[in-house]
């Protein structure tokens, strides 16, 4: 193994670590709103900063490890449902948008995938309580994607000016 894979693999491993450690920081907090699922998302940080510092690749990878860690760790099988739908959908079109702006604009990067998040989360959640009364949360939850994705895309954007560069 070379130095630069051994270097990538242990920056990949500490992101996963800080994402992880977010999560569960923010599960333990107490709700932003009275409407189930919004929720800041800060991890997502990490997840949006190694999609553009890294490859789509390596933030599934973290993304992934984030999910079944903090499953395993606080949450239950359902969890893992809506949080791999969520998270995949959001990470599909973070990709998207990243790659169709040249990695310029990841404030709206983050707020396409936080819509996308809550939007696969609703869905995943639909089809497995079967109530289409569910649906009725979709505005409320685009709007609160909107807001928190614009939050984390920003944080990612001072965050990434702060890191230094990686060779």
Request: glycine letters at 8%.
């Given at each position: 193994?070379?130095?630069?894979?051994?270097?990538?693999?242990?920056?990949?491993?500490?992101?996963?670590?800080?994402?992880?450690?977010?999560?569960?920081?923010?599960?333990?907090?107490?709700?932003?709103?009275?409407?189930?699922?919004?929720?800041?998302?800060?991890?997502?940080?990490?997840?949006?900063?190694?999609?553009?510092?890294?490859?789509?690749?390596?933030?599934?990878?973290?993304?992934?490890?984030?999910?079944?860690?903090?499953?395993?760790?606080?949450?239950?099988?359902?969890?893992?449902?809506?949080?791999?739908?969520?998270?995949?959908?959001?990470?599909?079109?973070?990709?998207?948008?990243?790659?169709?702006?040249g990695g310029k604009y990841i404030y709206l990067t983050s707020?396409?995938?936080?819509?996308?998040?809550?939007?696969?989360?609703?869905?995943?959640?639909?089809?497995?309580?079967?109530?289409?009364?569910?649906?009725?949360?979709?505005?409320?939850?685009?709007?609160?994607?909107?807001?928190?994705?614009?939050?984390?895309?920003?944080?990612?954007?001072?965050?990434?000016?702060?890191?230094?560069?990686?060779?």
């Amino acid at each position: 193994m070379s130095d630069s894979h051994t270097k990538k693999l242990t920056i990949l491993s500490l992101y996963t670590a800080i994402s992880l450690s977010i999560f569960m920081i923010e599960a333990a907090l107490p709700a932003l709103a009275p409407i189930p699922g919004v929720k800041l998302g800060l991890a997502n940080i990490i997840t949006l900063l190694v999609l553009v510092r890294f490859s789509s690749k390596d933030a599934l990878i973290v993304l992934s490890l984030r999910i079944i860690l903090a499953t395993l760790l606080a949450g239950q099988a359902v969890s893992f449902i809506y949080s791999v739908s969520g998270g995949l959908l959001c990470l599909i079109i973070m990709s998207a948008s990243n790659k169709l702006l040249g990695g310029k604009y990841i404030y709206l990067t983050s707020i396409l995938g936080a819509v996308a998040h809550n939007t696969g989360q609703i869905l995943a959640a639909f089809f497995v309580l079967r109530l289409s009364g569910i649906l009725v949360y979709i505005p409320y939850l685009i709007i609160s994607g909107i807001i928190t994705g614009l939050f984390t895309g920003l944080v990612c954007h001072f965050t990434l000016k702060k890191l230094p560069k990686i060779n």
